[in-house]
């Protein structure tokens, strides 16, 4: 069971806009930035949003984040076949004195 | 971007100490502007943070392992080393060392993990 909670799946069809939601709590995404992770198959994760809705270089503005009270959510517009990964959203806890992480969400792109 | 590279035994048996280690190459280990953290990943579930080291040694552990772990780091070679002692079968995962990115800003602390290593399976299993 996952300190956040995140939806296990999300699909969309190319060029569509798909939203991943993040929920936590006021130790958690209520005190904290919100961090997003996009693992694709068999790779390692890799930073796709920090400072919630800050994108490291590299990544399309395709990709962006928001943060309100307890929950962040990650869009992707303009869906393409590469974005299939599954997304992860993490953020330091205050109370477990620990980062946790979302179970994680698998994008299919149909 | 630095490249991290993790080694160390595939296979640890139930009771043993498991040992790893992240090899950080266009990069410094003893920079201050980050530390290094280590993240594992059961088979098909999701990710737990293991815990990070600065350059100093001062460690950082999550709580429900905190007994069973061990940090260190070691600027001669430009490397950072975990040992969690005591392991069982649940924890089989691949583990992955990164570079934990950091600094203040007017809303708070502002910390990223970034580049990750490839990530090594490890097994617990006799």
């Known amino acids: 069971q996952s300190v956040l909670t995140q939806p296990p799946s999300a699909s969309g069809t190319p060029g569509q806009r798909v939203t991943i939601s993040c929920s936590g709590s006021?130790?958690?995404?209520?005190?904290?930035?919100v961090y997003w992770y996009q693992q694709l198959p068999g790779t390692a994760p890799k930073l796709l949003m920090y400072r919630s809705n800050q994108r490291p270089s590299g990544v399309p503005d395709r990709f962006s984040g928001s943060k309100s009270g307890t929950s962040a959510s990650l869009a992707i517009s303009g869906l393409r076949s590469e974005d299939e990964a599954e997304y992860y959203c993490?953020?330091?806890?205050?109370?477990?004195?620990?980062?946790?992480f979302g179970g994680g969400t698998k994008l299919t792109v149909l | 971007q630095p490249q991290l590279q993790e080694s160390g035994p595939r296979l640890v048996k139930p009771s043993e100490t498991l040992s790893l280690t992240c090899t950080v190459s266009?990069?410094?280990?003893?920079?201050?502007?980050?530390?290094w953290g280590w993240i594992r990943q059961p088979p098909g579930k999701g990710l737990e943070w293991i815990g990070s080291i600065y350059y100093s040694g001062s460690t950082n552990y999550t709580p429900s392992l905190k007994s069973q772990v061990t940090m260190s780091i070691d600027m001669s070679k430009n490397q950072f080393s975990l040992r969690l002692s005591s392991v069982t079968a649940a924890d089989t995962a691949v583990y992955y060392c990164?570079?934990?990115?950091?600094?203040?800003?007017?809303?708070?602390?502002?910390?990223?993990?970034?580049?990750w290593g490839q990530g090594t399976l490890v097994t617990v299993s006799s």
């Open positions: 993490a953020a330091w806890d205050d109370s477990l004195t620990s980062w946790v």
């Open positions: 006021r130790s958690n995404i209520g005190s904290d930035y």
């Open positions: 266009g990069g410094s280990v003893s920079s201050s502007r980050y530390s």
């Open positions: 990164a570079r934990q990115g950091h600094y203040y800003d007017s809303s708070g602390f502002v910390k990223w993990f970034d580049p």
